[in-house]
């Protein structure tokens, strides 16, 4: 069953979108992760849908962050495992490439790219805290591709193991709740602020109602008329409370053509 508004993390995918949405808690948890500075944030938004054709498989992405320099971040929160996350970082790289790269470009114009995931769990089975993976030849076993792409699993459960203190009292935050630093005290404040919103708890409630239908009606119809239905009434609902064309398309999955026109 899903959690109610008020019982939630920053380990729930909801409310980590919320608070990686704030520019500076986003540019900080990057840092961390990278061990570096990274360029100064030019656009970050939440839960990008992307779709590569009719007939292939869509995704949802957290948090798309790009920097001056040209740099893009996909930030993943990843509760439970389902074992499938090196496959399932691949397509996103993928998918993130088409979305970056328009057509006529040369391939030299793709930027470089990190698959970030943030865990619940130990995915490697390693025991550290962080697993950095690039393309690297198997003859010499150290000539890199350059390729320009990293991924990178971050395993909460090793935040004893993490050596920078910051991204120790970061993980625990996430895995245990408990603040033990400065910045995870500033994060639980936007929480509790967030919290105290009624637009996200609306937000909310109209996220956990499409999934639940959608789940319905993906059992018993494929998607089909029901979903779709419901996929209309959620997004006339929402704009009936005057939420921005962006924000509606996002939580119902509709086009803006659709959302206008209803």
Same mark, same amino acid.
């Given at each position: ?124 089975? !390693?025991?550290?805290? *962080?697993?950095? #993976? ?6 010499? @076993?150290? $000539?890199?591709?350059?390729? &320009? ?13 993490? !050596?920078?203190?910051? *991204?120790?009292? #970061? ?6 709740? @408990?603040? $033990?630093?400065?910045?995870? &005290? ?35 119809? &494929? ?40």
């Amino acid at each position: 069953m899903r959690k109610s508004f008020d019982e939630l993390t920053i380990a729930d995918d909801f409310m980590f979108c919320k608070v990686m949405q704030d520019e500076e808690v986003c540019k900080t948890f990057l840092e961390m992760t990278l061990a570096g500075q990274i360029g100064k944030i030019t656009e970050l938004s939440s839960q990008n849908a992307i779709f590569t054709g009719a007939e292939a498989k869509s995704i949802r992405l957290d948090i798309l962050v790009k920097d001056e320099n040209g740099k893009t971040y996909d930030i993943e929160m990843q509760a439970v495992n389902e074992h499938n996350l090196p496959k399932r970082m691949r397509y996103y790289q993928a998918a993130i490439d088409i979305l970056f790269l328009d057509k006529g470009e040369h391939y030299s114009e793709l930027n470089d790219s990190y698959i970030i995931f943030l865990c619940l769990f130990d995915s490697v089975g !390693k025991n550290m805290p *962080l697993y950095t #993976f690039e393309n690297i030849c198997l003859e010499d @076993k150290q $000539t890199l591709l350059q390729d &320009g792409t990293k991924k990178i699993i971050i395993n909460a459960n090793a935040f004893r193991k993490a !050596k920078d203190k910051n *991204l120790s009292g #970061f993980l625990e935050y996430v895995k245990t709740g @408990k603040v $033990t630093t400065e910045f995870t &005290g500033r994060i639980e404040k936007m929480i509790e602020k967030v919290k105290n919103t009624e637009q996200a708890r609306s937000e909310y409630r109209f996220i956990s109602g499409f999934e639940m239908d959608a789940r319905y009606y993906g059992r018993r119809e &494929g998607f089909s008329e029901g979903a779709h239905q419901t996929k209309l009434e959620t997004a006339k609902l929402m704009k009936g409370m005057n939420y921005p064309i962006n924000d509606i398309c996002t939580i119902s999955g509709l086009s803006v053509e659709e959302i206008e026109a209803l």
